[in-house]
Nanobody, 118 residues
Framework: QVQLVESGGGLVQAGGSLRLSCAAS????????MGWYWQTPGKQRELVAV???????NYADSVKGRFTISRDNAKNTVYLQMNSLKPEDTAVYYCHIRQFGVLSGGYWGQGTQVTVSS
């Protein structure tokens, strides 16, 4: 059992910033990847950013240089700092965790809405 609780979504103006948080609890894999995905109506859920226990990261091309993913292993929490937000960043953002070395499965957060106005 793993539970992920997200927070930090909301409405911001273009050019503004927002920070998402996702706290994991339960039977967390000792070595894992935590990440953020986004989804808009009619589209598949897509990767925004992921991070390993030791801090290795990967980002979607559209957010490189603007978003930063980080984690606090002691708190089992992953963050997404979003700067220079654009209207096209508007989506539901989902937190995810999976075991390192396993390509599928894992657990999802409930999703949090991010809306960027122009």
């Amino acid at each position: 059992q793993v539970q992920l609780v997200e927070s930090g979504g909301g409405l911001v103006q273009a050019g503004g910033s927002l920070r998402l948080s996702c706290a994991a609890s339960g039977s967390i894999f000792s070595t894992n990847l935590m990440g953020w995905y986004w989804q808009t109506p009619g589209k598949q859920r897509e990767l925004v950013a992921v991070i390993t226990n030791d801090g290795s990261t990967n980002y979607a091309d559209s957010v490189k240089g603007r978003f930063t993913i980080s984690r606090d292993n002691a708190k089992n929490t992953v963050y997404l700092q979003m700067n220079s937000l654009k209207p096209e960043d508007t989506a539901v953002y989902y937190c995810h965790i999976r075991q390192f070395g396993v390509l599928s499965g894992g657990y999802w957060g409930q999703g949090t809405q991010v809306t960027v106005s122009s």
